[in-house]
């Protein structure tokens, strides 16, 4: 059974950090390259960042240079780390496989206001 835990958002002022975290089920997290998508109301979900089971990224443009994906292969655990965070990085935030499964998890919230 696919699980896809997120955690980790917040409120944060324009220019500032947060860490975004993934708990995902084994057999999704060692088989499938890992997104990080996110959503915001009225719009379909974007895949934001890409970490291939190697290691290797991938980044939509909007987030170039100020997010960075990374996994944890021993804790099953999937992480983005978003940097000079910009009133339009506000929405809900998700992990999954890339394909994504049609599983999804509850998604966690980033809200980017001063």
Known sequence: QVQLVE????????????????AASGSIFSSYAMGWYRQTPGNQRELVARISVGGSRNYAVPV???FTISRDKAKNTVYLQMNSLKPEDT?????NRDPPDSYWGQGTQVTVSS
Do not use: E, T
């Not at 955690?7 to 993934?22: D, E, I």
């Open 7 to 22: 955690s980790g958002g917040g409120f944060v002022q324009p220019g500032g950090s947060l860490r975004l975290s993934c």
């Open 91 to 95: 929405a809900v935030y998700y992990c």
């Open 64 to 66: 170039k240079g100020r």
